[in-house]
């Protein structure tokens, strides 16, 4: 009867516990902070290059600079949580100007940016890649 009457009044303390583990919410993804120099692989239908990226990254702001053929640009956009990203560059290329738009998705470790989709003004569409470079 002693065990009864004990297990009677756990139950509740039981039931309690894990209604409250199971409302406990997974814990939130770590955000990827895309801050520091990339190597990238820029395939388009005129051929491939290998721009670099500066990146800074304020919360969802990205700024910095893309490097390439044509020199230094500004660069502007945006990081989402789910670590889709989109920025663009506008630059003048024998001497046209020309503004080039950049969509992609960085790898939950942070340290590759993938599925880049790259549209250009004028040229048409274009995939890129782009690893983190390690020298800094």
Excluded: H
């Excluded at 290059?49 to 919360?59: F, H, I, R, T, Y």
């Excluded at 945006?78 to 969509?103: C, K, L, P």
């Excluded at 549209?119 to 048409?124: F, K, N, P, S, V």
Aim: with cysteine; glycine share 12%; charged share 20%.
């Amino acid at each position: 009867m002693r065990r009864l009457l004990t297990a009677l009044l756990l139950l509740p303390l039981l039931l309690l516990g894990a209604a409250a583990s199971a409302q406990t919410p997974a814990p939130a993804a770590k955000a990827v902070d895309l801050t520091g120099k990339w190597t990238m692989v820029l395939e388009l239908s005129i051929g491939s290059s290998n721009p670099a990226l500066v990146l800074k990254q304020d919360g969802d702001k990205l700024t910095g600079t893309y490097t390439g053929r044509y020199g230094e640009f500004k660069l502007t956009g945006t990081i989402a949580a789910d670590r889709t990203f989109q920025f663009q560059v506008a630059m003048e290329a024998e001497g046209q100007a020309v503004t080039m738009y950049f969509s992609g998705e960085a790898a939950a470790d942070g340290q590759t940016l993938t599925k880049g989709v790259c549209t250009i003004e004028g040229l048409g569409d274009g995939t890129w890649a782009a690893k983190r470079d390690k020298t800094l």
